[in-house]
DNA sequence: AGTCAATGGATCGTTGGTAGACCATTGGAG
DNA sequence: CTCCAATGGTCTACCAACGATCCATTGACT
């Protein structure tokens, strides 16, 4: 018998060359708002390292990204590689022709994420977070209120990844941003409402409210209930 | 500030070479019981196009796993490569000495974990499964009751797997089956008691029959004191 | 004004992995 | 008994990625 279990486990060992997943990782840095604006990412040297590739297939990287209006490289000393305060506008691809190619892949994604952020959002509440913890937390959940309608997915972003990062599991961390990357995709495609991000910010506040009060059950509530939000604004969308 | 989300997003593109990876790959299906001794592996001209990887390295890893003792080949049609019906007994590294190297580690994974197969549970219960889905799910737990002491760690991850699997996500299936390999080898170091098990396989059933009874809160409630129990026993013996 | 440390930019030899073709073996089908 | 399709086993040419080294530029500090 042949079960999916199969296909899991036999899954391709790597996708793509280290150029495009570096390409990959360096979009999501940008795209999840990890590095903002203005921001210099590290020096290509120590970056390379930490990405485990070349410096030549970094810089290779660099470059589709410079061309790409993403980045601007600057040399010298205090020079670095720097994200351009204007960011390209993501292309709204057709929703449909989106929704052809991810096909399963849509409930895969939708069914992943439910899983690592209701998990995180309950481990947050556990966890007696730092004071740095707490703040940063608040931060990322202001900025996101305050944030413009053009950059609220960033700050968004930003936001649930922020709540990940509480967890102290940095796998849960990464597996959570791989998803968001997966499912920004597919909500560029979507046209983004005001009333929709006021909803959404109320029930940031309440997620994070939860979080910082230690109360685990409150704050996987919380979470699960926004993220049916989006998912039905996806499934709907993307019909 | 450097948050942790910078790690998150500038982690290494790729762990190990291609050939590791194959490895890795063969090792977790033999060891989460996806294949089990006497079974076939599929040719390695198929095997070698769903990892994605070149013949020869496949060639390569099955061949340091017939040195290990893990497989075994045989030419011509209706050869392959099989597992073999003994297979190595784990080495059991002092727990003192993987608790070490892991670290923060083993937090990371437990927590990882926690959200992954809660989830699993909850989504798998949500979801009306086919009956070859429901049978799928009874066979695993019946083969998990029925093994025998120095099997019973394949035949455990090999429910929890299937678990994964009947949610129909691809990617949570496979995130479930790398976060177990970890904490396999921690387990691995850890006595394996008969009454835990009468124990474990109590709440196997329990979970299983909240999943076929379509009842996610009592399922995921039922997987998360499943969970903790191992990460109890997990955290106790590696301090 | 000069220095220099830190940064991006460029080049080259080495190597691990790949693709593809071909060989060797086996056992069921005709 | 012969054939042959499917499998593991081997070889070779090629290339992407790597590691290492050196060059070019910049601007804060002395």
Do not use: L
């Given at each position: 018998m042949v079960t999916p279990a199969d296909d899991a486990v036999f899954r391709?060992?790597?996708?793509?060359?280290p150029f495009e997943e570096t390409v990959e990782r360096l979009l999501q840095a940008i795209k999840l708002g990890v590095v903002r604006p203005g921001d210099r990412l590290p020096a290509e040297r120590d970056l390379a390292t930490r990405l485990n590739v070349s410096r030549v297939t970094l810089r290779e990287a660099i470059h589709a990204l410079t061309e790409a209006g993403f980045v601007e490289s600057r040399r010298g000393r205090y020079g670095g590689t720097f994200v351009n305060a204007q960011l390209p506008k993501p292309r709204r691809t057709p929703a449909k022709r989106i929704a052809r190619e991810l096909g399963d892949g849509l409930d895969d994604a939708l069914i992943l994420r439910d899983a690592l952020e209701t998990g995180a959002a309950e481990a947050a509440a556990v966890r007696a977070l730092t004071s740095a913890e707490e703040d940063h937390l608040r931060k990322c959940l202001a900025d996101t209120a305050a944030a413009k309608l053009t950059d609220y997915r960033r700050f968004d972003s930003r936001l649930h990844l922020a709540i990940a990062e509480v967890t102290g599991s940095a796998s849960l961390t990464s597996a959570t941003a791989d998803v968001r990357m997966r499912l920004n995709e597919l909500l560029d495609a979507i046209p983004l409402l005001e009333r929709n991000i006021e909803h959404s910010n109320d029930q940031h506040a309440a997620i994070v409210d939860a979080i910082l009060a230690g109360d685990p059950e409150r704050a996987r509530q919380a979470m699960k209930e926004h993220l049916s939000g989006t998912a039905t604004l996806l499934r709907a969308f993307l019909v």
């Open positions: 391709p060992v790597r996708t793509g060359n």
